[in-house]
């Protein structure tokens, strides 16, 4: 890989035209406080920049792409669990990532270019109807690694609840069973029903794997 590198996601909200137009109008400020509230778990160095470019559909650029894995699925996560409380729908996003150089930079992400950007964009469009997540480098032997990693997350994502999703967002963000617990007003057996039906343990080596991946 390059020297430099940086992670770009291009999302969007999948099967968004099951949303009826008045719930789709509400989307926009989901998705902003949904990033609002990842980026206070990421802190400064993590943060993601963003923008939305229409109702249903995003860019996003970390300049910290070992820690971009980490921060979509707590944004996935985030938004499944907001659209369920003020939506009262089902809903999940589709992330695509390009990790690579950026070889132009303008003061919006939407007239920036470079490797990053295209990986990100073809990603989205090539992904399949049920597609969650994709991931893209300039490394082939990685990308067959992480696109089999992510098919299974794929599969993860589709099973989660939206409680299981909120749990699994409060646990990836550095808390305890016991600090989960008090934050839902649930046992701590339950919390842990609530992880293990998640799999938390399965993301945890996903995310192990791909921050060694991208710190070699």
Not at 7 to 34: M, Y
Not at 180 to 205: D, G, T, Y
Request: net charge negative.
């Amino acid at each position: 890989m390059s020297d430099k590198i940086y992670a770009v996601i291009s999302g969007e909200i999948a099967e968004s035209r099951k949303i009826s137009q008045e719930q789709l109008g509400q989307v926009p400020d989901i998705i902003r406080d949904s990033f609002k509230e990842v980026n206070y778990e990421n802190g400064q160095e993590s943060k993601l920049v963003y923008e939305i470019i229409r109702m249903d559909e995003f860019l996003c650029l970390t300049a910290v792409p070992h820690s971009a894995l980490r921060s979509l699925i707590l944004l996935a996560c985030k938004f499944r669990y907001k659209t369920h409380i003020e939506l009262q729908i089902r809903s999940e996003l589709r992330l695509s990532v390009g990790i690579g150089p950026i070889e132009l930079f303008q003061n919006q992400l939407r007239e920036s270019d470079g490797t990053a950007f295209r990986f990100a964009d073809n990603g989205l469009r090539s992904m399949k109807r049920n597609q969650r997540l994709q991931i893209t480098t300039e490394d082939d032997d990685m990308n067959e690694e992480l696109g089999v990693a992510c098919s299974f997350m794929d599969m993860l994502i589709h099973d989660w609840s939206d409680e299981q999703a909120e749990a699994l967002y409060l646990s990836i963000s550095g808390k305890n069973q016991t600090e989960i617990s008090e934050a839902l007003h649930i046992s701590q057996p339950a919390v842990n029903r609530r992880l293990k039906a998640a799999h938390l343990e399965a993301v945890e080596k996903f995310l192990t794997r791909y921050t060694s991946l991208l710190c070699k």
